[in-house]
């Protein structure tokens, strides 16, 4: 009797039904520098580009993260954490982190605007 082995949930690994133009990936990725926008234009998956460009030794780049002064005067404009961060390309805890460092008020995730708060007030809402 032969034993199988248990059901993963998995597909078995299979050969690509379309072959991959690494050297086209990997010069996309160097022109563009955004693994995301590879993997897209060239219909593939992310974790396909990551290991192209893995075994090629190619770096990869990353977006430098703003300083606090622009954090700062992003939020300074909006007065939003979540638009500061969306804005900037960076978390909502890192906006937070700033802010508090420099003392600077802001509303708690899941606290109410008081614009949103007067509206519901206004309109019965609850």
Request: avoid cysteine.
């Amino acid at each position: 009797m032969t034993s199988r082995s248990p059901y993963t949930g998995r597909r078995p690994p299979t050969a690509s039904a379309r072959p991959v133009d690494e050297d086209r990936v990997v010069k996309r990725y160097q022109q563009v520098r955004n693994m995301e926008q590879v993997r897209r234009e060239m219909k593939i998956s992310i974790t396909m580009v990551r290991r192209i460009l893995d075994d090629r030794g190619v770096p990869r780049y990353r977006k430098p993260e703003p300083d606090e002064d622009a954090i700062l005067r992003s939020y300074d404009r909006t007065s939003q954490v979540i638009a500061t961060a969306g804005m900037l390309g960076i978390s909502q805890q890192r906006v937070r982190e700033v802010l508090d460092k420099h003392e600077v008020p802001h509303n708690e995730p899941g606290d109410i605007p008081e614009f949103t708060a007067s509206l519901k007030e206004r309109h019965g809402w609850q």
